[in-house]
């Protein structure tokens, strides 16, 4: 008995070293946080519901909000487990943990499911597993452990910090996952910044990046047919004219989105009454195109509130960040609040024709699985890290504590 007894203080002493909610300080926690991400998850659960009931009315089988709950609570362990982390076990395995998404990146290629001419999945059974969501937040430790270290004071540094970036970024590409791939640009320039590094030579690599891109979109190298596709429907749908043209063949989607977007007006139609989820023309209404459903049912009082939601919450993320000394620490929760600013302003740009078609969910609000996993354990994450804070030393927390 007293063997078991030992084994199983072992055990938990092991667990406990990892994750522990008893060392949650409760009393620093981001309350503020917890409510907007509460209330911005319920509204999102709100439209999913009506998304479901239309189609139930329909005769449709497109979002089943049951389906979403299942997801929804799978998911949320992942919350839990963010918060419970421990921040110096966090910082001595973040790179392993980066090494296991990308292991995992390389399996989708060897085991995982091929959909609509991408290969992003590994079915799992009751649970499709997307590896480039968890990508997102293996990038944001990977780079917090190595710019823990380091002060970017010269070229050389930047090496292992652009390669923590581009390895993942390179394999979700070649999936290929583009939405997905570029969201990891902001995160991996916004820690850069953070962490030190001169703002001109980051300007300098976002322009010669935008110049080389436009050269390849012109002269169509290394870039997919359907990308290209895309870019042009892009191009052309800025006039009214031709985005009515196409709207039954590659601007479809466009079309609809922003179609759904005008019917809202001021106070919009109201739940469950916008032509989305009547005729459900709309593709992704659940995910990529949720953004359309609420300026439809929302209206413009609507979408102004949902977005003032955002702001907050992203605002919030990096006020915790700014206040904590602890600098992996600080560099995770400011990765985190970059990862939701870039989500929202790239599925609302796509969705409002500003930016080009690519599927990126609207994180608390859209369907999908590995979506709100990666979602929970970043928010978990950043919370639980924000708790253990210390009083600064340096008021310019960002910028001069980072490079001192």
Request: hydrophobic share 55%; glycine share 12%; proline share 3%.
């Amino acid at each position: 008995m007293s063997g078991a007894a030992g084994r199983a203080g072992e055990r938990r002493t092991w667990v406990d070293r990892v994750v522990s909610l008893r060392a949650v300080r409760w009393s620093d926690l981001d309350w503020h946080v917890v409510a907007l991400s509460a209330l911005l998850l319920g509204v999102g659960l709100v439209l999913v519901a009506t998304m479901s009931a239309a189609d139930e009315a329909y005769g449709r089988a497109d979002v089943r909000w049951g389906d979403h709950l299942k997801k929804l609570l799978v998911a949320a362990p992942a919350f839990v487990l963010g918060l419970a982390a421990r921040p110096r076990w966090l910082r001595r395995n973040a790179l392993a943990v980066w090494v296991l998404v990308v292991a995992l990146l390389l399996a989708v290629f060897v085991v995982g499911d091929a959909r609509n001419g991408a290969r992003r999945w590994i079915d799992l059974g009751p649970f499709d597993l997307q590896p480039s969501e968890l990508a997102k937040v293996a990038v944001i430790l990977g780079l917090a452990a190595a710019l823990d270290h380091l002060r970017l004071r010269s070229l050389r540094e930047w090496g292992a910090p652009l390669a923590l970036a581009l390895v993942p970024m390179a394999l979700v590409v070649l999936q290929p996952d583009l939405g997905t791939a570029l969201t990891l640009v902001p995160i991996t320039l916004g820690l850069l910044y953070v962490a030190g590094a001169s703002g001109r030579l980051i300007l300098a690599f976002v322009g010669g990046a935008l110049a080389l891109g436009l050269f390849a979109w012109q002269f169509e190298i290394g870039i997919r047919d359907y990308q290209l596709q895309r870019l042009d429907t892009w191009t052309r749908g800025w006039s009214a004219e031709d985005l009515i043209a196409e709207r039954n063949g590659a601007a479809f989607h466009a079309y609809h989105a922003r179609v759904a977007i005008g019917n809202g007006g001021l106070g919009g139609e109201g739940l469950g009454r916008g032509v989305s989820n009547e005729v459900a023309w709309l593709p992704e209404r659940d995910c990529d195109s949720i953004f359309a459903v609420v300026a439809e049912e929302l209206g413009w009082i609507g979408v102004c509130g949902i977005l003032a939601l955002y702001g907050l919450l992203v605002l919030s993320l990096f006020q915790s960040a700014s206040g904590l000394r602890d600098r992996f620490s600080r560099l995770v929760v400011t990765g985190v609040a970059i990862l939701f600013a870039a989500h929202l302003v790239v599925h609302c740009g796509v969705n409002l024709g500003l930016l080009p078609l690519t599927g990126l969910t609207l994180p608390l609000f859209s369907t999908g699985g590995s979506s709100l996993l990666a979602t929970f354990l970043a928010l978990g994450l950043a919370l639980g890290l924000a708790s253990h804070r210390q009083p600064s030393l340096d008021a310019e927390t960002f910028r001069r504590g980072a490079a001192g």
